[in-house]
């Protein structure tokens, strides 16, 4: 059963416009949740992370929003740059779990020149 | 900078041998996890070790096991290495606590024969 999901495997934007990037999970005990990217052959880069108590969480290009209603979170990325190319993962933690991330399958992002 | 190092980028196995990964990080990291990456299902945890000689199952912890004798270093054992466990493996550590994002390593890509 899967707990972190992404389903759409791939999205493609214009450089310069916004790319944003959604992520819905179903374990109601999450109350951390983090958007990691990745390059091929290279592992996982920390991105930017929300707090279950917070709905918004701003790291310069980046924007996480949190629906804890709708159990939704996504991440928004304007201007969209050609090297923001990469996958890009969701990552839930629950209360108590000794820190396990549960990650979502990722979404790849293209960024067009 | 925390820095997750792991031995090997690429690595070729044989079919029935017994494989180890091993991961070093610096950064004093009570946590730390071992993740396979496969196309279309994301990263996967395999086992994970919240202190030394402490280890817990992750999802996928059939054929594998672990060993953390030393705070720094998680090693990842293949006990019998099969063609499905081509993957990439991705170590990770963490501190302890709310709010802490999790390092990763820079992967290995094992490849069974």
């Known amino acids: 059963d899967q707990q972190v999901k992404q389903n759409s495997p791939s999205l493609s934007v214009q450089e310069g416009r916004i790319s944003i990037l959604n992520c819905d999970y179903t374990?109601?005990?999450?109350?951390?949740f983090l958007w990691y990217k990745k390059y091929p052959a290279e592992g996982p880069t920390f991105l930017i992370s929300?707090?279950?108590?917070?709905d918004k969480n701003e790291d310069g290009r980046f924007t996480v929003f949190l629906n804890k209603s709708a159990k939704h979170l996504s991440l928004h990325i304007v201007p969209s740059q050609p090297g923001d190319s990469a996958v890009y993962f969701c990552?839930?933690?629950?209360?108590?779990?000794?820190?396990?991330?549960?990650f979502g399958k990722g979404i790849t992002l293209s960024v067009r020149p | 900078d925390v820095k997750v190092t792991q031995s090997s980028r690429y690595l070729v196995k044989r079919t029935g041998e017994k494989v180890f990964l091993e991961c070093v990080q610096d950064?004093?990291?009570?946590?730390m996890f071992w993740y396979r990456q496969d196309p279309g299902l994301g990263l996967r945890l395999i086992y994970f070790?919240?202190?030394?000689?402490?280890?817990e199952k992750g999802d996928i912890p059939e054929g594998y096991s672990v060993s953390r004798e030393k705070k720094e270093r998680f090693s990842l054992i293949l006990e019998s290495a099969s063609t499905n466990q081509t993957s990439m493996y991705l170590c990770?550590?963490?501190?302890?606590?709310?709010?802490?994002?999790?390092?990763f390593g820079q992967g290995t890509r094992l490849t069974v024969v």
């Open positions: 990770a550590s963490s501190l302890e606590g709310a709010g802490t994002e999790a390092f």
């Open positions: 374990n109601s005990m999450f109350d951390y």
């Open positions: 929300i707090s279950s108590i917070k």
């Open positions: 990552a839930a933690r629950a209360t108590g779990a000794n820190s396990k991330l549960t």
């Open positions: 950064m004093d990291h009570e946590n």
């Open positions: 070790s919240y202190d030394v000689k402490m280890k």
